[in-house]
């Protein structure tokens, strides 16, 4: 079965009749209102949020919809929020004081990707009619399932991942329907902290519709809905511009791995086809690899798939808003069911993260074919570790295990015109520090370092991944792993090289040292073992051997490249005595890689390639299923 | 013989003078162009003038106090010392890594981390090791800081930090560490960070002493420069300088912890609010201090302004207890533009002092807040007492150019179009900070000040729903005010985690006492009198789990006692607890009951040596008439027109005159805009007190 999941049209403006309705001041009064609305209520989310996941590593955002649910201004990215919710609440149904409450992957379609992300909706109403909703999102803490923190790469049914919520009214007129409260709370190992974050959220959400309502009455509502609508139209018609601008007629088409799937140990893999005729874009995922038995599914929608798309386009004129304008580059997504991009229930969807950061990389990949290699390049999948643990404290309940959600940074792609982020987890979210860590759980962090050689190398260099190395004080402990690109590595691009790869040590340098298996759960480790993470880095971008020299030499002295690296990757010779740049040795040491390597290609992983056949081929002689 | 306190706030543009005599508390000011590249040049021209103005003699100046951008500057204008870091063994990535931050709303695609004060080959790591709970699990070797040593000697290395893990909890190895540097590396300055921040969170701790380390050379050097100078001129007095925390402390305190200078003039700013509060008897008010390229805006309740621990420098965060103030990238100068997708959008880009806003005629070109202003009569084209000149056609040129033709719109109509966009980001900005600490904007009142904040105040004031703004008399050198009034005021802090239901009272007791004992030594140090002492006890407290906490007082007995320091009363302690559940309540609508843990304790050290009063303004007879300058049309938001607008000079105003909105006041250092509906009324201070009528 093929599915195409078209969104409403936004038919692109002429750009020379500027828009009329409302004029530009007001439009931008507006839209300072919307950003400043926004970071109200997602400040709410992070002061009054209990989990350390929302508090420190901020995972939380708060939208703005119309009354046709299409984004006004927020991170929904392109997905069909309101669609399950008017399956059993149609839009006249509602009412004032109603709030409205989701995680369910399947009822939803892939507007909510795996269980802990949890969203909660407030219709706004205005002179009786609903005008617009407002959307607060986050990702929970622990809903049940499986194991402590829920989702986890062994899991191989959705009912592992945790509670379902189909959407249900939480608040009806203003009152909670405590009953489906209590069930859900009762269903967590942390109660507390998913009624603190349930709180935060829905606070959040009726923050954001008092604001909107205020809009309403400043601007008027004929103006406020022009404005919004206006501002859709403005977002798709830049998109649209930027989009076919960049991409000539034709097809380009990219093949992502993934490198297993929780179980099992065969590869997955993903393919995205972009086509061109006459002025219809096209995406065509239906050659992807059949669902996963892991834990790696996702549902991909065809309006995150646009929405991808826009995001990237809109870096050249941030001063529009990010809203539903962003899915107009794209007319026609084709997804195939049954595949890894659009599992059938009830695969589990937990660690999702692998196949969509990819996916997300590989929008840039289809771009790269387009533009010649003007894209930053391929980005590591970011890392989390569940350090479980029971507390040996003496003023714990040393019966209860705690779970520690240690999210870890990774080596991000290089830009035509930047290094790549070295140690970023994924845009803002952050670490916890070690001393938070120690003070917190029966864990001591005896290293967190800059890991030597992951960044691609390239005239700007992929960024560094690091190195993790966390031992167990407790008696016994059992620790899962979510850590992607330990066979498979950044693409690198433009002559960029590909990134490193990830690896997990237990006891490393002692004579129990072993190697665990980098996505994986139920690790078990006893007091005093010590784990070790290398994280992956990011694919550099341009030929190494054009890298500035003094560049190299800066990068050997602070660690980030090898001696051996910067000779034989950059072919920059360094006397070791001195720390200087033979200047000489390096010019025959560049010629005679140049000739010994060839022209370098479009993309590198393992080895240079210019087509996603020419890798696909590589791979299956060498790395076999 | 007189005595005198002379105020010197060093700003970006000038330089700004208050000198106060301490006996009849009358005050002059006066204003001189800054010297960036020596600060203390603008520093004693200034006040050389001001003293033989007024006919003061050098020696009759017993105290100077002085605000200093210079922390800041050479942090931002990355013109620190080189410096060294030396950290516990794998962690010398401690700065790159950082926190994984990358600002919420930057571009992956474009942004690049910004580089650090030192580079990963200057951070050398020592085997070493201490316990979150202060245990010594490894010793240190000392054969490793000799070896960092000679490295930093051979890297030309003027300034070290010293930032272990765990070191708030037990600071041996770090002290021992410095004992090795200072022999090894003689004329090395060193800072650890169990005395600039001894609080957890490796990250945060270690900028912060890096910062210090950073700016520590060319500070002391700059107050050794200074207080020559001072000599040389006949001057001997005491010299104290402006914290980010609202207080003062001596030079030599300053040379040593420099990093704690950081929003030195910001802060003087709000400190003059809270004088301005008690002038006019209003109890909440929200500062708003509109400048060239940004506006601070701070909240302060019962005139006592908010502090924070998550302040910032630059880029970097910086968590010592400094007041709370967001800063609003925009300005007088803030620059206008229409997007390649036709938005029209002002600031974060600012025309800065050079070459200033187009008017100026310096060059610019791209239209800036200040343009649109002059464009709409809001701005005489003549300012600072005629010294200034501005291009009004210009102003109006650049408008039609760059942003009317381009929109479709006329020349009024953008400009005042670019003031209520750059006056919606302000309203956007205080609406956070009062949010973020739980209360409602309109139940304050505005204190405008700052070259541009009186302009722009009732414009935000009526988005807000505010409907009292008051312009202290001189609102351009408000900083200044606010450090002839400001205390003198140190904190002192360490992380000493306790979990209940055992908190360790005699722990907890012994650690205030020891922090207390810190604050008294400091109090004799400046020759603050021992009657005057304050010390405040209070704790950093969070439920078990929370990642961040809440600063809550501590207002148990055992405080202030010298010799009986040791006692801790337990319903002290369950107070402070009641009053950490009841602030989580109010500032995120929920408390909990669950467990909660005291991670930090603090102590405030504060005292004042003499009191001085903003001086009050003599009583007139008919000065409106006389104050009376011109009419001249402008433009208000209200009217969406060009109305006749009376225009009065500020100084000509006397006590208890009223006068009715459309009105503008003119003064040496601001303009004052009265909008239609609202009243004014000048007070015993000199003070502009608008309401809405």
């Known amino acids: 079965m093929t599915v195409s999941r078209a969104d409403t049209k936004l038919a692109p403006t002429d750009k020379t009749q500027p828009s009329s309705l409302v004029d530009p001041v007001t439009r931008q009064l507006i839209r300072g209102s919307l950003r400043a609305a926004r970071l109200e209520c997602e400040l709410i989310i992070e002061r009054t949020a209990m989990s350390a996941f929302i508090r420190e590593k901020k995972d939380y955002t708060v939208s703005f919809l119309d009354g046709k649910g299409q984004e006004i201004y927020g991170e929904t990215m392109g997905s069909d929020i309101m669609g399950c919710v008017w399956e059993y609440y149609p839009a006249g149904s509602m009412c004032p004081g109603d709030l409205y409450w989701y995680n369910d992957p399947y009822i939803s379609q892939g507007s909510i990707t795996h269980t802990p992300d949890m969203v909660f909706i407030a219709p706004v109403f205005y002179e009786g009619e609903t005008v617009a909703y407002c959307h607060s999102f986050a990702h929970f803490w622990d809903l049940g399932g499986a194991r402590p923190g829920s989702i986890g790469p062994a899991n191989t049914e959705i009912f592992h991942d945790g509670t379902l919520v189909p959407p249900i009214k939480i608040i009806d007129r203003g009152k909670l329907n405590d009953e489906a409260y209590r069930i859900i709370l009762r269903n967590s190992r942390y109660p507390d902290l998913l009624e603190g974050d349930s709180r935060a959220l829905m606070a959040a959400a009726q923050r954001a519709q008092e604001r909107l309502l205020e809009m309403f009455d400043r601007f008027g509502k004929a103006t406020m809905l022009a404005a919004i609508d206006q501002d859709q139209a403005d977002t798709a018609m830049m998109v649209r511009e930027k989009t076919l601008e960049a991409i000539p007629e034709g097809e380009y088409s990219v093949r992502d791995f993934m490198d297993h799937g929780g179980v099992g140990d065969e590869w997955h893999s993903f393919h995205l086809k972009l086509s061109r005729q006459g002025d219809n874009i096209r995406l065509d995922a239906t050659g992807s690899d059949d669902q996963s038995d892991g834990s790696i599914n996702f549902i991909a929608s065809g309006g995150a798939l646009k929405a991808y798309f826009g995001q990237y386009f809109h870096q050249f004129d941030p001063s529009l808003l990010a809203n539903h304008g962003l899915l107009a580059g794209v007319d026609d997504v084709q997804l195939r069911s049954g595949s890894i991009l659009q599992p059938e229930w009830p695969a589990a969807l937990g660690c999702r993260a692998h196949t969509f950061t990819k996916l997300k990389g590989a929008v840039r990949a289809v771009l790269a074919g387009a533009t010649g290699g003007n894209v930053m390049a391929g980005t590591a999948v970011y890392v989390i570790a569940y350090w479980r643990m029971k507390a040996p404290l003496a003023d714990r309940d040393t019966s209860a295990w705690l779970l520690c959600t240690d999210g870890i940074a990774v080596g991000h792609g290089a830009r035509p015109h930047a290094d790549g982020l070295d140690a970023i987890y994924q845009r803002h979210n952050e670490n916890y520090p070690g001393e938070f860590m120690e003070m917190e759980y029966p864990l001591r962090l005896e290293r967190y370092a800059i890991s030597t050689d992951s960044g691609g190398p390239g005239k700007f260099r992929g960024g560094c991944g690091i190195m993790r190395d966390v031992r167990l004080l407790a008696d016994e402990g059992t620790f899962g792993l979510r850590v992607e690109n330990n066979l498979f590595p950044a693409w690198g691009v433009a002559g960029g090289m590909g990134g490193g790869v990830s690896r997990v040590v237990l006891n490393p340098g002692t004579p129990e040292e072993q190697e665990v298996r980098a996505f994986s759960d139920d690790n078990h480790w006893k007091k005093g073992d010590l784990v070790r993470i290398y994280t992956a880095g990011g694919g550099g971008w341009g030929d190494p051997l054009e890298r500035d020299m003094d560049q190299v030499l800066d990068d050997v002295k602070d660690g980030f490249v090898s001696m051996r690296s910067a000779l034989e990757r950059y072919g920059v010779v360094i006397d070791p005595a001195t720390m200087t740049v033979d200047e000489d040795c390096t010019g025959g040491k560049r010629d005679s890689i140049r000739e010994s390597r060839g022209p370098t290609k479009l993309f590198h992983r393992f080895e240079y390639f210019d087509s996603e056949e020419e890798e696909f081929e590589w791979v299956c002689k060498h790395m076999p299923r | ?693």
């Open chain 2, 1 to 693: 013989m007189g005595t005198y306190g002379v105020a010197v706030d060093v700003g970006g543009t000038f330089t700004d003078i208050v000198l106060c005599d301490l006996e009849s508390n009358a005050q002059r000011v006066f204003k001189t162009p800054s010297t960036p590249e020596d600060p203390a040049v603008g520093f004693m021209t200034g006040l050389a003038r001001i003293l033989a103005d007024n006919g003061v003699q050098p020696s009759e100046v017993v105290h100077i106090f002085h605000g200093t951008t210079i922390a800041t500057n050479s942090v931002l204008e990355n013109r620190g010392a080189p410096v060294g870091l030396l950290v516990t063994e794998g962690f010398k990535y401690v700065l790159e890594i950082a926190r994984h931050g990358m600002p919420r709303l930057a571009n992956p695609h474009s942004w690049v981390k910004p580089d650090r004060p030192v580079q990963p080959r200057d951070c050398l790591e020592v085997r070493e090791r201490t316990g979150y709970d202060g245990g010594l699990l490894l010793p240190m070797d000392e054969e490793g800081v000799r070896d960092a040593a000679d490295h930093f000697r051979q890297a030309g290395i003027s300034s070290v930090a010293v930032s272990f893990l765990n070191s708030y909890a037990n600071p041996e190895n770090e002290r021992r560490a410095r004992e090795i540097l200072y022999e090894a590396l003689p004329g090395v300055a060193v800072s650890l960070s169990s005395e600039v921040l001894p609080v957890y969170r490796e990250y945060e701790r270690t900028i912060t002493t890096v910062l210090n380390a950073y700016v520590t050379p060319r500070v002391s050097v700059y107050i050794e420069n200074l207080k020559n100078s001072l000599d040389d001129f006949g001057i001997s007095a005491a010299f104290s300088i402006m914290k980010s925390n609202g207080g003062t402390i001596g030079s030599a305190m300053a040379a040593r912890q420099p990093v704690y200078t950081a929003l030195s003039g910001p802060a003087a700013g709000v400190m003059a609010t809270g004088q301005v509060a008690e002038t006019t008897r209003i109890e909440d008010c929200i500062s708003f201090d509109m400048g060239g390229t940004s506006t601070d805006v701070s909240l302060l309740r019962n005139r006592e302004p908010g502090m924070t621990l998550n302040g910032k420098l630059g880029e970097w965060p910086i968590q010592l207890p400094m007041l709370d103030i967001a800063t609003i990238g925009c300005g007088g100068g803030s620059i206008a533009e229409v997007s390649p997708y036709g938005s029209l959008t002002v600031g974060p880009s600012s025309a800065g002092a050079d070459p200033g806003p187009v008017c100026y005629g310096n060059g610019a070109t791209r239209p800036t807040v200040t343009d649109a202003n002059l464009a709409l009569g809001r701005v005489n084209t003549r300012i600072a007492g005629g010294q200034l000149v501005l291009d009004r056609d210009a102003a109006e040129r650049a408008i039609d150019d760059n942003i009317a033709s381009q929109l479709g719109l006329d020349v009024p109509s953008a400009a005042s179009g670019i003031l209520k966009i750059a006056n919606n980001a302000m309203v956007g900005a205080i609406r956070n900070i009062s949010v973020e600490r739980g209360h409602d904007p309109r139940d304050f009142a505005l204190v405008a000040y700052g070259g541009a904040g009186p302009m722009h105040a009732i414009d935000v004031a009526n988005l807000l729903g505010i409907g009292t703004v008051v312009v202290p008399l001189h609102p351009g050198i408000a900083s200044a005010y606010g450090l002839l009034v400001a205390e003198f005021k140190n904190d002192y802090a360490r992380t000493f985690l306790q979990r209940p239901p055992d908190y360790d009272l005699d722990g907890i007791a012994a650690v205030y006492s020891e922090l207390e004992r810190e604050g008294r030594d400091w109090l004799r140090e400046e020759g603050v009198p021992v009657a005057s002492h304050s010390l405040a006890r209070s704790a950093d407290l969070r439920y078990a789990h929370q990642g961040s906490e809440l600063t809550v007082q501590y207002t148990g007995t055992g405080t202030e006692s010298e010799t009986n320091g040791s006692q801790l009363d337990r319903d002290g302690l369950e107070n402070m607890v009641a009053e950490f559940h009841r602030r989580h309540e109010q500032l995120y609508g929920f408390s909990l009951e669950q467990a909660v843990e005291i991670v930090t304790l603090r102590v405030t050290a504060s005292g004042q040596v003499g009191h001085v009063e903003m001086s009050r303004i003599s009583v007139g007879g008919d000065g409106v008439r006389r104050a009376a300058v011109e009419r001249r049309q402008v433009f208000f938001e209200e009217t969406d027109g060009y109305v006749s607008c009376p225009v009065y000079h500020r100084g000509g105003l006397r006590l208890g005159e009223t006068l009715k909105g459309p009105a503008i006041l003119e003064g040496m250092d601001s303009t004052v805009i009265i909008n239609p509906g609202w009243d004014a009324l000048i007070d015993d201070y000199g003070n502009c007190i608008m309401r809405a009528s």
